[in-house]
């Protein structure tokens, strides 16, 4: 499956600070929803957010707070 340049960049950023996607479902218009193996909520992401270099950033930090919740709850 092909996805927007913008989104796989995004999605790269993600990986780099150590996510791992597990699934991409698109979306209506150009929202596509993932998986990611940390946390078991899915993210609706736009592909269209990467257009703001500090969203990134920030989605990056609020992703680690619910990785560290999803563990502490494991635990």
């Known amino acids: 499956m092909k ?8 999605l790269i950023e993600y990986e780099k600070a150590g996510f791992t996607i597990t699934e991409i479902e ?3 218009g ?10 078991p909520q899915p993210q609706i992401i736009s592909k269209n ?5 500090r969203a990134i950033k920030n989605n990056i930090s609020i ?6 919740e999803h563990k502490g709850k494991q635990q």
């Open 3 to 10: 996805f927007p340049r913008a989104l796989r960049k995004q």
């Open 26 to 28: 698109p979306r209506s």
């Open 30 to 39: 150009s929202h596509f929803l993932i998986v990611f193996a940390e946390f």
């Open 49 to 53: 957010s990467s257009s703001e270099p």
């Open 63 to 68: 992703y680690r707070r619910m990785a560290a």
